[in-house]
């Protein structure tokens, strides 16, 4: 019988190891095939059209920068300009106001608020398209509730203008940032506060020389988030909207459904590529900055 055992223990020892000897890396082999068919066949397919040019004459096809020389000249431009500066706004603003709301959140003595701020962050952080359009429209539209009976539009109130949309992108922006900052306010220690106050420190200097450096990288990595968002938000302002405001959103659709010109689907691809190029500029800002965060907050 101890043979037996003694057996037994030799195989599942064995067996074991050949378990270990497994590549950790095996696991992660669905993400990554997962990841490069959902995003690196469409960017392959995104590079590969912004260089594309195709005669309409012959249809004969060759690789050239035209197309990404027209998508920065023009209304082209100016709806990338006119994207870059309504994410901006709309991000620095939902920054701005989200920061206060979650930190009353993160100190409030009352759970059951915090539970339900964060989980009313939650969804409206992801209502937006059409349905957040006609909410709006039927709010402060020209003949919303709001406007007819505060008589807004006899003030100068007009919900279709960039001063409107930014107001309509807030509405999930600022959720989003929410959701975002509170980990990192949460990571803030108690003490720090403590010693700051122990030496005479008010409480702006506090927020001024302790909490607000510590939190920059975090305030900047949301800042992006919400840039992201806004920057590639369409159904709403398309719904809102439509072409009275230069949005790269708008054009890349009109350019594919050819509603300006015909044959301008490869322009579309070269202003998807321009996006992307935003993206990662922005992103090249946050990265460095993320790793002096997390040195600070996760010690």
């Known amino acids: 019988m101890t043979a037996t055992l003694t057996r037994a223990d030799v195989g599942a020892a064995a067996s074991q190891k050949r378990r270990r000897r497994v590549p950790g890396w095996i696991a992660v082999v669905p993400l990554l095939v997962f990841v490069a068919v959902a995003f690196g066949v469409p960017a392959i397919a995104m590079l590969n059209g912004a260089f594309t040019v195709k005669n309409q004459a012959t249809g004969a096809t060759s690789y050239s920068t035209v197309n990404l020389t027209d998508s920065l000249q023009g209304a082209y431009f100016t709806a990338l300009v006119g994207s870059v500066k309504l994410s901006a706004l709309s991000a620095a603003l939902g920054t701005l106001l989200g920061l206060p709301l979650a930190q009353v959140v993160v100190t409030s003595r009352f759970r059951a608020l915090r539970e339900a701020v964060l989980t009313a962050s939650g969804v409206l952080a992801n209502f937006g398209g059409v349905p957040l359009a006609f909410a709006f429209v039927a709010t402060l539209g020209n003949a919303g509730v709001l406007t007819t009976h505060l008589g807004l539009k006899d003030k100068g109130w007009d919900l279709y203008s960039f001063s409107g949309l ?24 108690t003490q720090w506060r403590e010693a700051a106050q122990n030496n005479g420190a008010t409480g702006v200097q506090y927020w001024r020389h302790v909490a607000l450096p510590v939190l920059l990288p975090s305030l900047l990595g949301g800042f992006v988030l919400l840039f992201g968002s806004a920057f590639a938000a369409y159904a709403t302002a398309a719904a809102m909207v439509g072409s009275s405001i230069p949005l790269v959103t708008l054009q890349i659709a009109d350019a594919i459904s050819g509603n300006v010109l015909v044959g301008q689907e490869n322009v579309a691809l070269a202003l998807s590529l321009d996006m992307v190029l935003v993206a990662g500029l922005v992103m090249a800002v946050y990265l460095p900055l993320q790793r002096r965060s997390a040195r600070w907050l996760d010690a």
Do not use: K, N, Q, S
């Not at 992108?169 to 990571?187: D, H, K, Q, R, S």
């Open 166 to 189: 930014v107001l309509v992108y807030l509405y999930f922006l600022i959720p989003l940032m929410v959701l975002t900052i509170t980990p990192a306010l949460e990571g803030l220690r």
